[in-house]
């Protein structure tokens, strides 16, 4: 790069981050998702707004090819990978959460119910027509398949703080509920990628050369993901848990900043030459440091800090930077597949509380919570259109029902949920000295 597109680039990174971070501050004061705030910033920049009003100003300082763009793309993607990780990494409350019954009760039934309904859905609906350039049927249902069941852990944290309800046996329910369906949907979006890759033949680095039938690749792409994750995970589980009761190897540099990112940058390139996703090789790189307790949680709060204050800012603008409201919203399917996918999940969630003995109004607000599809509806839409499994238009529908969900999740429960907790709600008292919670990303 030349040094006037090393400036021209920094301007368009600090409009971005400025934009994300004014948006967040602005949604915050709402008492909205944040999350939502930093799309909205780059969704003034983007086509929606500023490209309407001034397409030559949008189209000069922030260019969708050149260097420029693939700085702000590079940017966006690191943005992503700190993402999954730090999505990896909430899944420390799982381990330590109870009421194990009410929540595989609700995983199983609040995931297999809108599964079921995302099937007839695709029946009843010809959804073929928002197939992207990979032209991936499996994949593309599957995609439908986790925007009906995808539940979102950072706005559903962020909603419960401002609550006060944090500490509480229902929002430890909702979050654990939430953990393992991001999984599950996570390890659904891994495959739906390999599935996209081998319908057009691309065959992982490792396998260039190998000229396999499609059939034979997608059979390597959907193993290749399950035992990567078991791999990854026992393998730096059993490292970080070595370190951490004083290995061989100095724990300052095992568990310190650099150790973290060193590993997060291998696992994505190994992950990557394999033909698994990348995004989901820091996925697993963060569930290995949830598994291993507080073992590296200095360096991952360091890792989350930057990453919160730059890097997924301007992922979540670019997000809104590449929507265009104007063209690609398509009014009526877009309100039919909000309208579905809400009902699905409503039901699913409602039914499984009640088999596990909820009273009816917990349920419902049990049910409202899981709504929220957030950060992760989001990094589903994204992923799936740039993998090519979706097009622009289902691309728009499925941001819009992340935003969408976010918003009636928050103003559901801000209406419904009593001031202070129930008796069975409240956390047992402590006496000790005690540190607040940490802030989950909204």
Known sequence: MSEPDLAHAAIALTLLLVAAHG????????????????????????????????????????????????????????????????????????????????????????????????????????????????????????????????????????????????????????????????????????????????????????????????????????????????LVLGVAYGMMRRRGAGGSVSRKSVNGVAGQLVLILAVVGVSSLAGVPAMFGAFVVGCTVALAGETGAAAERTIRGFGVAFFIPVYFAFIGLKLNLVTDLVILFTVGFIVAACVAKTLGVYVGSRVAGEPPARAVSFAAAMNARGGPGIVLASTAFAAGIINQELFTTLIMLAIVTSFMAASWLRFRMPESPAPEDRPPVDTSASSPPSLARG
């Open 23 to 230: 948006g967040r501050r602005l949604f915050v004061a709402l008492r909205q998702p944040p999350v939502i705030g930093e799309i909205f910033g780059g969704l003034l920049l983007g086509p929606t707004v500023l490209g309407l009003l001034l397409p030559d100003v949008r189209a000069a300082l922030l260019p969708t090819s050149g260097p420029i763009a693939v700085v702000i793309q590079v940017t966006a993607y690191l943005g992503l990978l700190l993402l999954m990780f730090v999505a990896g990494v909430e899944a420390r409350s799982l381990f330590s959460s109870g009421d194990r019954r009410l929540v595989m009760l609700i995983v199983a039934v609040g995931t297999v119910v809108p599964t079921l309904m995302a099937v007839l859905f695709l029946v009843v609906v010809d959804v073929d027509r928002f197939a992207g350039p990979a032209a991936s049927k499996p994949a593309l249902a599957l995609v439908v398949v986790c925007a009906f069941t995808v539940i979102s852990v950072p706005v559903i944290s962020r909603i419960m703080l401002d609550l006060g309800l944090l500490n509480t046996r229902f929002a430890r329910v909702v979050l654990s509920v939430a953990v393992l369906e991001d999984l599950l949907t996570y390890v659904a979006l891994a495959v739906a990628l390999s599935l996209a890759g081998a319908s057009t033949g691309t065959a992982p680095p490792l396998l260039k050369d190998a000229h396999l039938p499609v059939g034979w690749l997608i059979a390597y792409h959907v193993v290749v993901v399950l035992l990567f994750a078991f």
